[in-house]
């Protein structure tokens, strides 16, 4: 059954590995994808330089359209390599293999949809106006129909080219397609059978010499290449007059630089360029401008004599007031269980109300029993709620409010004028929902709540699925603990009761950590048919060190702090979450006023803190952008905005001006001081991300004001992102496209680190 050797060597190895499909559910990777594994790209911790093994299959090299030519050629001869995936969901559930020369879906379970068993297949890419012709042989066991698809792969996933009647005997069927892709050049469909919601019993289905060729490619439109970035960097929204100021140029022909007014395309100030700074992250040798000492009000451009015009940037007093306040309520349009209104916060929202969401019962995972956890906010691009995560968030503002000050209570958000801080009332919306998902019991706290699979792109109130309790895990206890402990100590003089509860939910926690963390070596996993976010962490020390010694600092009770310094080592990363979260307790502790009970560990811990943050200010300056990493993985921008909280400590434990103008470059990368071109907080900066992967935005087709995006991923996951981006250096690896989930989704825990950073510099301590 072997044809002509295909072309293209596809990318679908490695995109087997990113696990996609329509809209969302459980994936089971052909072995050939899992074998592939090790061998395709790399991000270099050193370097964040991306390496790639231009021998495997995965690999694409430039691709030539011309007649003739096979996008898709797969004749299923070898049972180690079918770069095919299988999607369940609604009930589907089936095995994918590869045996005797032909594809195989083993169907136990069709499922309720047509979609509930889908074999696929991605990373080809698609012309616009050129003629394919496909053409397969599928039969099965039974007399049955089918549906088959070529289809954008994210959003509405709305097909290239449909047969949604298409029928299959018991002998091979050929089928055989011409058409003209219309829709603009895709660089990351998916090719997909829904064989789903059928017959009702089991029964297998067979594909077999899969071919899709180019037949006239004279018109087609090239993909388009990612737009080049700006090479000149800066904050785009911009500096208030007396903050540090820098650009940075990804070019280094230049040695000056001109400031220029943009109303009257005057130069106002000039100054030199540094000698080249290596940029490891990048890969990139670039320059740097300092123009601290131009205070000027007004509204400008950097120009170099080779790079052009910057995008604009304001100089003004109160430059920030808009985007601290949208990186705030980006927090109330995700909450959950309520509904969201633009009474207050206007017209800019006026896309994003919607009615009370996720209310009905959910029931606890594995049992019969359904409980009310309604509430809370959805965690980010998904509707899902889980516990580690949204207690990253809610610490980060609740020090927010205690490091940096920033106390507005009109932001807008139901609770605004009430006498206590709009942060602290967001974050008690949280912690409402936190006491929700304590097991009255035992104390300790269910991991998530979602439903069995991610939704479609759908409202939030449209995701109706059954929603599942997922089961206590010793990370969300831990991490449940803490923040309880120190939402006990912050609200206590605005409502004691509330902080009595708190703190009582948090002993209670606790005590389960007592029992059960040690005996937990793994930490959650998804049990098999439940595909949401795992936020996966086999180590509770930390977690269990942060509740620790946050129920010393607020209760002053010594054995909490003896405990805190048993699972204290010097291994323990300086983490703010969601995975390593000792960073929190660390801060809690060295700030608080209970840190001479051991002056000996109070002077440990400090000293570490500094020799971090002394090193970090090093590598931040050699490296350029202000930002010490090389590597960049998944949500890279929450590491920023978390290394800007860590310098900031630093500052609040030295006073040093120094480290404080390093977390106010981490806000200024995060809006366009970096090497992609990018602002990364929607709606803030000419060129400023528009295309998140948030359900809510891309159901209105524009986004949601204030949202930080997960940032550029030396280790692309999803097809779209993978298809683009692959080969880049770390730093590089961005895309504003709404399918790249990896990329550019957005999160409630990528806002409230950002608010923080935010916030100390609109505070100016
Ligand atoms: O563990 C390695 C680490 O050793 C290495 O240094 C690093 C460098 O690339 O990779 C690390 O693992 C990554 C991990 O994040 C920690 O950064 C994984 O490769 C990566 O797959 C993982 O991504 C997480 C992703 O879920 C998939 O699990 C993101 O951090 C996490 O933010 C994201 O969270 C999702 C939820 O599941 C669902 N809701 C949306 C949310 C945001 O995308
Ligand atoms: O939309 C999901 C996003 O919120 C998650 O962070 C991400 C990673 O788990 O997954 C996204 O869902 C995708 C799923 O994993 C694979 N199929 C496509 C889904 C995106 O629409
Ligand atoms: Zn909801």
Same mark, same amino acid.
């Given at each position: 059954m072997k044809k002509i050797v295909a072309l293209l060597l596809s990318?679908?190895?490695?995109?087997?590995?990113?696990?996609c499909n329509t809209p969302a559910g459980t994936e089971t990777s052909s072995e050939a994808s899992d074998s592939t594994k090790e061998t395709t790209a790399d991000d270099t911790e050193e370097t964040g330089e991306t390496t790639i093994d231009r021998t495997q299959p995965g690999y694409r090299e430039t691709w030539e359209l011309f007649d003739g030519a096979f996008a898709l050629?797969?004749?299923?001869? *070898?049972?180690?390599?079918?770069?095919?995936?299988?999607?369940?969901?609604?009930?589907?559930?089936?095995?994918?293999?590869?045996?005797?020369?032909?594809?195989?879906?083993?169907?136990?379970?069709?499922?309720?949809v047509t979609h509930a068993c889908q074999v696929y297949h991605d990373g080809f890419s698609m012309y616009q106006n050129a003629e394919y012709q496909v053409d397969f042989d599928i039969w099965s066991d039974v007399e049955r129909d089918f549906e088959w698809r070529i289809q954008l792969n994210g959003g509405d996933y709305h097909a290239y080219y449909l047969e949604d009647k298409a029928h299959m005997g018991t002998e091979p069927t050929h089928i055989q397609a011409v058409f003209t892709m219309y829709e603009p050049s895709d660089p990351a469909p998916r090719f997909a059978f829904n064989l789903g919601n059928q017959v009702g019993s089991a029964h297998n289905v067979y594909i077999d010499n899969l071919s899709m060729q180019v037949l006239n490619s004279s018109n087609a439109v090239d993909i388009e290449p990612l737009p080049p970035a700006n090479p000149i960097a800066v904050n785009q929204t911009g500096y208030r007059p007396d903050d540090p100021k820098s650009c940075f140029i990804d070019c280094i022909d230049d040695?000056?630089?001109?400031?220029?007014?943009?109303? @009257?395309?005057?130069? /106002?100030?000039?100054? *030199?360029?540094?000698?080249?700074?290596?940029?490891? +992250?990048?890969?990139?040798?670039? $320059?740097?401008?300092?123009?601290?000492?131009?205070?000027?009000?007004?509204?400008?451009?950097?120009?170099?004599?080779?790079?052009?015009?910057?995008?604009?940037?304001?100089?003004?007093?109160?430059v920030y007031n808009d985007a601290l306040k949208a990186s705030i309520l980006m927090l109330y349009t995700q909450r959950c269980g309520c509904e969201v209104t633009d009474e207050k916060i206007g017209e800019d929202y006026k896309d994003f109300t919607h009615p009370a969401c996720h209310t009905g019962?959910?029931?606890?995972?594995?049992?019969?029993?359904?409980?009310?956890?309604?509430?809370?906010?959805?965690?980010?691009?998904?509707?899902?709620?889980?516990?580690?995560?949204?207690? $990253?968030?809610?610490?980060?503002?609740?020090?927010?409010?205690?490091?940096?000050?920033?106390?507005? *209570?009109?932001?807008?958000?139901?609770?605004?004028?009430?006498?206590?801080?709009?942060?602290?009332?967001?974050?008690?919306?949280?912690?409402?929902?936190?006491?929700?998902?304590?097991?009255?019991?035992?104390?300790?706290?269910?991991? $998530? /709540?979602?439903?069995?699979?991610?939704?479609?792109?759908?409202?939030?109130?449209e995701e109706t699925d059954q929603l599942l309790v997922l089961p206590i895990s010793t990370t969300a206890t831990g991490d449940f603990a803490a923040a309880m402990a120190m939402a006990a100590r912050v609200y206590k003089p605005f409502d004691k009761k509330f902080a009595d509860k708190c703190l009582e939910a948090a002993k209670k926690a606790y005590a389960y950590m007592e029992a059960n963390a040690e005996a937990d070596k793994t930490g959650f996993i998804n049990p098999d048919d439940v595909a949401t976010g795992e936020y996966p962490d086999a180590s509770n020390k930390d977690e269990f060190f942060w509740a620790a010694i946050e129920l010393f600092v607020t209760t002053g009770d010594?054995?909490?702090?003896?405990?805190?310094?048993?699972?204290? @080592?010097?291994?323990?990363?300086?983490?703010?979450?969601?995975?390593?979260?000792?960073l929190y307790g660390i801060h809690s502790y060295l700030l608080s006023d209970k840190n001479s009970a051991d002056s000996e560990f109070t002077e440990e811990l400090k000293a570490r803190i500094l020799d971090e943050v002394k090193i970090d200010l090093v590598s931040a300056k050699r490296d350029g952008y202000y930002n010490k990493m090389a590597s960049f993985p998944w949500g890279s921008n929450l590491t920023i905005s978390n290394n800007g909280i860590l310098y900031y400590l630093g500052y609040l434990l030295t006073n040093d001006k120094e480290y404080r103008d390093l977390t106010y470059y981490?806000?200024?990368?995060?809006? +366009?001081?970096?090497?992609?071109?990018?602002?990364?907080?929607?709606?803030?900066?000419?060129?400023?991300?528009?295309?998140?992967?948030?359900?809510?935005?891309?159901? $209105?087709?524009?986004a949601v004001p204030g949202m930080v995006v997960g940032g550029p991923n030396g280790k692309p996951e999803d097809p779209y992102?993978?298809? /683009?981006?692959?080969?880049?250096?770390?730093?590089?690896?961005?895309? *504003?496209?709404?399918?790249?989930?990896?990329?550019?989704?957005?999160?409630?825990?990528?806002?409230?680190?950002?608010?923080?950073?935010?916030?100390?510099?609109?505070?100016?301590k």
């Amino acid at each position: 059954m072997k044809k002509i050797v295909a072309l293209l060597l596809s990318l679908s190895m490695i995109a087997g590995i990113a696990a996609c499909n329509t809209p969302a559910g459980t994936e089971t990777s052909s072995e050939a994808s899992d074998s592939t594994k090790e061998t395709t790209a790399d991000d270099t911790e050193e370097t964040g330089e991306t390496t790639i093994d231009r021998t495997q299959p995965g690999y694409r090299e430039t691709w030539e359209l011309f007649d003739g030519a096979f996008a898709l050629d797969y004749t299923f001869e *070898d049972p180690e390599k079918f770069p095919w995936s299988l999607y369940t969901e609604s009930g589907g559930k089936g095995i994918l293999a590869c045996e005797d020369g032909h594809l195989v879906l083993k169907i136990e379970n069709p499922g309720t949809v047509t979609h509930a068993c889908q074999v696929y297949h991605d990373g080809f890419s698609m012309y616009q106006n050129a003629e394919y012709q496909v053409d397969f042989d599928i039969w099965s066991d039974v007399e049955r129909d089918f549906e088959w698809r070529i289809q954008l792969n994210g959003g509405d996933y709305h097909a290239y080219y449909l047969e949604d009647k298409a029928h299959m005997g018991t002998e091979p069927t050929h089928i055989q397609a011409v058409f003209t892709m219309y829709e603009p050049s895709d660089p990351a469909p998916r090719f997909a059978f829904n064989l789903g919601n059928q017959v009702g019993s089991a029964h297998n289905v067979y594909i077999d010499n899969l071919s899709m060729q180019v037949l006239n490619s004279s018109n087609a439109v090239d993909i388009e290449p990612l737009p080049p970035a700006n090479p000149i960097a800066v904050n785009q929204t911009g500096y208030r007059p007396d903050d540090p100021k820098s650009c940075f140029i990804d070019c280094i022909d230049d040695s000056t630089f001109d400031i220029v007014d943009v109303e @009257t395309d005057k130069v /106002v100030y000039t100054g *030199d360029l540094s000698e080249p700074i290596n940029c490891r +992250g990048a890969l990139a040798n670039i $320059k740097q401008g300092d123009f601290s000492d131009f205070k000027e009000p007004g509204t400008y451009v950097v120009r170099t004599a080779t790079s052009g015009d910057s995008y604009k940037f304001t100089i003004a007093k109160d430059v920030y007031n808009d985007a601290l306040k949208a990186s705030i309520l980006m927090l109330y349009t995700q909450r959950c269980g309520c509904e969201v209104t633009d009474e207050k916060i206007g017209e800019d929202y006026k896309d994003f109300t919607h009615p009370a969401c996720h209310t009905g019962e959910a029931l606890i995972y594995g049992t019969d029993t359904k409980i009310d956890v309604s509430g809370g906010w959805h965690d980010a691009g998904d509707y899902g709620r889980y516990v580690a995560p949204g207690a $990253k968030a809610v610490a980060d503002l609740l020090m927010t409010y205690t490091d940096t000050g920033y106390k507005s *209570d009109k932001l807008g958000i139901p609770e605004s004028g009430n006498g206590t801080p709009d942060i602290l009332d967001e974050a008690r919306y949280e912690l409402d929902w936190m006491f929700k998902m304590q097991d009255p019991a035992t104390g300790g706290v269910y991991h $998530k /709540v979602t439903c069995a699979n991610f939704p479609a792109t759908v409202m939030p109130e449209e995701e109706t699925d059954q929603l599942l309790v997922l089961p206590i895990s010793t990370t969300a206890t831990g991490d449940f603990a803490a923040a309880m402990a120190m939402a006990a100590r912050v609200y206590k003089p605005f409502d004691k009761k509330f902080a009595d509860k708190c703190l009582e939910a948090a002993k209670k926690a606790y005590a389960y950590m007592e029992a059960n963390a040690e005996a937990d070596k793994t930490g959650f996993i998804n049990p098999d048919d439940v595909a949401t976010g795992e936020y996966p962490d086999a180590s509770n020390k930390d977690e269990f060190f942060w509740a620790a010694i946050e129920l010393f600092v607020t209760t002053g009770d010594n054995a909490y702090l003896e405990k805190a310094k048993s699972l204290y @080592t010097v291994s323990m990363e300086l983490g703010l979450g969601w995975i390593e979260m000792g960073l929190y307790g660390i801060h809690s502790y060295l700030l608080s006023d209970k840190n001479s009970a051991d002056s000996e560990f109070t002077e440990e811990l400090k000293a570490r803190i500094l020799d971090e943050v002394k090193i970090d200010l090093v590598s931040a300056k050699r490296d350029g952008y202000y930002n010490k990493m090389a590597s960049f993985p998944w949500g890279s921008n929450l590491t920023i905005s978390n290394n800007g909280i860590l310098y900031y400590l630093g500052y609040l434990l030295t006073n040093d001006k120094e480290y404080r103008d390093l977390t106010y470059y981490q806000v200024d990368y995060i809006m +366009g001081m970096n090497i992609t071109g990018y602002s990364f907080l929607t709606g803030f900066g000419e060129h400023a991300a528009e295309n998140p992967h948030h359900r809510p935005s891309q159901n $209105k087709g524009h986004a949601v004001p204030g949202m930080v995006v997960g940032g550029p991923n030396g280790k692309p996951e999803d097809p779209y992102a993978i298809s /683009v981006l692959m080969g880049l250096p770390g730093a590089r690896c961005y895309v *504003d496209n709404d399918t790249c989930y990896s990329i550019n989704e957005v999160a409630i825990y990528w806002n409230s680190p950002f608010v923080y950073i935010l916030a100390a510099k609109v505070q100016n301590k």
